[in-house]
């Protein structure tokens, strides 16, 4: 079969990720003035029209985006070059410290990336990193240049940042990516490029989302990720991680709470109706039944597509239930995840679950 690939430039996102977000802010939600309970499609097949990407590690370094931790730190403490001076300037002690001991041999290399990822976090956050003298020697990649001369603001501006040094350290610095998910076959499909999410463009408030979908591997691997109850990102705003959403993961029943402050599995807010073997990597249908007014939610997954689904996941919390968009969420890099048959009924006629049936 032919595969169609879907891959937005920069200044598209932007455009519609500003004209979304603008959109909410007239309609208070995407769907404050759509009384009809019709079944829409979210998704055609074809585009990714409707849905807004955000990858996390685009405005943001892991430990694991540190490819040559021995290169770096000999550059950094060395100040060997102008921008390897500056950040040298701008870590904390105990990294520098960390870093001037480094032997690849020696020394525990967890604690040092990751102190240093935070450092690195900490200075991509803050003013633009970009000066002609600092940067007079570091060949700049079309990208970063065409985002340079937008003199970006907010989460384009951290965005930035992050190009600049990987420029700067093209064999120390892993390259971040802005794409995540694509179309492919048919099928929304996840790229396996880092933890982050694609959202709707309209916010939902109580719905039925019904979806097909499968996992197709992982590495390191999890089960596939569905956001609600979602918070939307401002225009230049840093997103919360998952949205500070609530995660229903999809098709055997397992959970997670994003929201600020809590960032755990959760306790009495989930139930487990059942404990399912489906087989991630075959398609499932999936059935989600939410209200935000009374934060419930409750799943139900068939298969074989077509079979009598089961209940397997509820969830009720009324301080949890806010208006918002739904995610599919990468949990981390190497993931692949494909949906399709994405449909949507706003204000159902019924509060039940009719896949059961």
Sequence with gaps: MEKETNYPNRRTFLKSAVIAAAGCVIT????????SNATTALFDGKTLDGWIQVQNNATSFGGGDIADLAGFAKKLTDKSDPVSAFLDDQLDEPVKSGLAAYSPSTTDIKPVRSGLAKN??????????YEKTRFKNVQLRPETQELLNQNPQ??????LNRLLLE??????????????????????????AGRGVIYTVNDYS????????????????????????CTRPQPGEMPLDALGGIQFQVPNGGHWDYRPGQ???????????????????????????????????????AQPVGSKAQEVLDFKNPGAGKPGPIAWQMHNGGLFDEYKDVVMEVNPKSDELITLK
């Design 28 to 35: 208070k939600s995407g769907e404050a003035k759509k009384k």
């Design 120 to 129: 690195l976090n900490k200075i991509i956050s803050g003013a633009s990193l």
């Design 154 to 159: 907010g989460r384009e501006l951290v965005h």
């Design 167 to 192: 420029d700067a350290f093209p064999t120390e610095l892993a390259k971040s990516a802005f794409t995540g998910w694509i179309v492919k076959d048919g099928a929304m499909a996840s790229t396996g």
């Design 206 to 229: 109580r719905y039925r989302l019904m979806f097909t979908m499968r996992h197709v591997s992982g590495n390191p691997d999890h089960q596939a990720c569905v956001l609600i109850f």
């Design 263 to 301: 960032n755990n599995g959760g306790g009495e807010e989930f139930t487990t109706v059942i404990k399912p073997k489906n087989d991630p990597h075959e398609w499932s249908r999936v059935e989600i039944l939410a209200d935000a007014s009374t934060g419930t939610a409750r799943m139900a997954v």
